[in-house]
T-cell receptor, first 117, second 113 residues
Framework: GAVVSQHPSWVICKSGTSVKIECRSL??????MFWYRQFPKQSLMLMAT?????????EQGVEKDKFLINHASLTLSTLTVTSAHPEDSSFYIC?????????????FGPGTRLLVL | DQQVKQNSPSLSVQEGRISILNCDYT??????FLWYKKYPAEGPTFLIS?????DKNEDGRFTVFLNKSAKHLSLHIVPSQPGDSAVYFC????????????FGTGTRLTIIP
């Protein structure tokens, strides 16, 4: 149990375009989802926390108008990088936390590597 | 400001021996600590955790030790196996009810057959 998927796993886009990344909990209901980014040889940095049906809470320094997060259902959250620029190139990872047996820890997706040209 | 630090970027250990991975933290409000294992191009997978009311937690080959006064925790893997080769992250969360995790920079563990 506790599988989290992300789509796409890889995306290359031109500067100025928008990219949407999906995060799904496959076998449990995710009451809370988290979005992280990781630069090479650095730790995972939390970008935002979202609860189903409410607005995401962004960490300090993360532009909410640039990184749009939608947690539309208990199994799906999306991160849209708007007007992407080369400095947005990174590894984006989502995680999900549920209730009952799925509340002990965050379950991570496999990540999405974004390259902005 | 790196609140969770893993000062060894890499570690090599002979198969069958003990692997010890270390982690230090600066925020005294952290009260729950976790270790994750990560393979390339995959998300982290949960290994083991410890609450600040304990100083040791064991699960099979994995043991986590917490020294609150020193703000230090360590993960022991014994015996080490080739499949343990991965990047290990320690993470911490706080007393304020916030579920967010603060991650360390990771230690790449290589088990030598």
């Amino acid at each position: 149990g506790a599988v989290v998927s992300q789509h796409p796993s890889w995306v290359i886009c031109k500067s100025g375009t928008s990219v949407k990344i999906e995060c799904r909990s496959l076998d449990f209901q995710a009451t809370t989802m988290f979005w992280y980014r990781q630069f090479p040889k650095q730790s995972l940095m939390l970008m935002a926390t979202s609860n189903e049906g409410s607005k995401a809470t962004y960490e300090q320094g993360v532009e909410k108008d640039k990184f749009l997060i939608n947690h539309a259902s208990l199994t799906l959250s999306t991160l849209t990088v708007t007007s992407a620029h080369p400095e947005d190139s990174s590894f984006y990872i989502c995680s999900a936390k549920g209730d009952r047996e799925y509340q002990e820890t965050q379950y991570f997706g496999p990540g999405t590597r974004l390259l902005v040209l | 400001d790196q609140q969770v630090k893993q000062n060894s970027p890499s570690l090599s250990v002979q198969e069958g021996r003990i692997s010890i991975l270390n982690c230090d933290y600066t925020n005294s409000m952290f009260d729950y600590f976790l270790w994750y294992k990560k393979y390339p191009a995959e998300g982290p997978t949960f290994l083991i955790s410890i609450s600040s009311i304990k100083d040791k937690n064991e699960d099979g080959r994995f043991t986590v030790f917490l020294n609150k006064s020193a703000k230090h925790l360590s993960l022991h893997i014994v015996p080490s196996q080739p499949g343990d080769s991965a990047v290990y992250f320690c993470a911490a969360s706080g007393l304020d009810g916030n579920e967010k995790l603060t991650f360390g920079t990771g230690t790449r563990l290589t088990i030598i057959p």
